[in-house]
């Protein structure tokens, strides 16, 4: 008999209907580059993040007089005051700011996953942060990877892995579930080095075409703060503020 | 500039929408044990096999004749002839006989890719025909896994790992897709010991819970026919008579 809390990888919101568990914390994922810009804005103070699905609710933000933080496929939009690299959300442009965000994938997968007990902002930059949390409540957890447009991608992947790997290692965690045990494989088989296993994944390539591609290695390091985005009601706040 | 043929794989037909592509070559992959048993039929000379996405159509093939299999989570329903074992698919059992197929993952997949250009059913046991197929082919490649119930598997996208690497190699294929990278990537991590590895995976606790399990080493060994199922309008039928 296990008591062991049980762990399950979503690689792409499009199956979350599949692994939808109310009772979980959900860790939402976007390495390149949301849930990385998402963390490093409240490591530069900011006050809270609206994640909005669609960029008509950006809008609506924006004439209201919020700042407005908006790409679609990498690509800032015109309305907005700046786009998705987490070298936007400065100190100068987010610091004790209410900040309304919306990009390709990660926001819709935030919004996604509300009804769940708890949604965390999950990504190299409080990884140890997220495990220290994670092990102490008595849940299961799903990692809901944002992927690409629906499908899988590595980069999230690799997180999942690596963030399922030390959970599981604290003895508390386990998992039945095969996207975890791919997931944990891939991270092994990338973390020989990084940096090179990155080279080869479709995001790199497509940051790479709009000269965005200088935040990879940031988007990497582990454990750079503290502090864990949550979503509370419609907002993202630091948790010990939840 | 590349005039090589581009390959992805789609993890779970749930994702089938992503991926589409009309003009590619699909390759449905249902390990354990759609695909395996279908491709055994046909080793064992079937006419043809009907696919059918639900159990009221199989039952009602059956009241007009036809010999049945049908299953629903590994388990043989009652109206049916037999079930899904490899083994079912006998000589004495499918031999010059028109056969109504019906199970949870794998038949759904194949009539969700039937506008397309070709849908190949792929097994290890005809690994190599179906490289050769696709290779005098001049067409994009698609790997469609069955997964199980909308969610990844492994050893589905282990065998999209293997047969993408191999066509790879001939150096008439491409790919910048991230799921055949990572496919390929749990293939060579899989391929050092296939058997131990397989031994992990869900559907093999799935089976061995049912006395199911004898199948796995079977459903594994590489090229063991010449053969290769396609869809022709509603049926499976060998490529020679499509």
Known sequence: MSHKRNIEVCFTPATYEHFKNNDAIVVVVDIL???????????????????????????EYKSRGYMVAAERDGIVRDFADF?????NFSPENVGG?????????????????????????GAYLNHQALVNYITKENRDLLILCAGWKGKFNL?????????AETLIETGKFETICDSTLA??????????????????????????KNGLDD????????????????????FLVEISDF
Not at 83 to 87: A, D, L, R, T, V
Not at 106 to 114: E, N, Q
């Open 33 to 59: 580059r949301a849930t990385s810009a998402i963390v490093t804005a409240f490591m530069h103070g900011v006050k809270r993040i609206i994640p909005v699905g669609t960029l008509e609710e950006a809008k």
């Open 83 to 87: 786009g998705n690299s987490p070298y």
């Open 97 to 121: 700011k209410e900040v309304c965000y919306s990009t390709t994938n990660g926001t819709h997968s935030i919004m996604m996953a509300r009804e769940s007990y708890r949604v965390l902002i």
């Open 155 to 163: 980069e999230d992947s690799l997180f999942a892995g690596a963030l």
């Open 183 to 208: 997931s944990i494989d891939l991270w092994n088989a990338a973390n020989i080095n990084l940096m090179a296993y990155i080279d080869k994944v479709a995001q790199r390539h497509r940051l790479a």
């Open 215 to 234: 935040v990879i290695e940031y988007c990497h390091g582990f454990d750079m703060t503290n502090l864990i985005p949550v979503l509370k009601e419609n």
